[in-house]
């Protein structure tokens, strides 16, 4: 089942290559969608794809790449949003 989750990570998430390895994870994955820097230091991602997928890239940004320190992350289902194909990262 084909799922959408829109992601804020907090911590230290910026400046530490989070988007360009979240990229990575969720290419590896088969996971569509985008990730950006936000003004008040935070990650935000949309996350789709298979359920089980989805999960394993969320799992990972709990932890993020070793130089960042993830200090929380909120995890929302949108029950409707439209699909992506690819993965992008936004300015």
């Known amino acids: 089942m084909r799922v959408s989750v829109k992601i804020v990570v907090s911590g230290r998430v910026q400046g530490v290559s989070f988007r360009a390895t ?5 290419m590896h994955h088969g996971v569509d969608g985008w990730v950006r820097n ?17 999960r394993k890239v969320v799992d990972w940004a709990r932890r993020g ?12 289902r949108l029950d409707s949003h439209p699909n992506r194909a690819g993965f992008t990262i936004l300015s």
Do not use: F, N, Y
């Open 22 to 26: 979240l990229r990575e994870k969720a």
């Open 38 to 54: 936000t003004t008040d230091g935070s990650v935000e991602a949309l996350l789709q794809g298979e359920e089980p997928a989805v």
């Open 65 to 76: 790449p070793p130089s960042a320190s993830v200090s929380a992350l909120v995890e929302k």
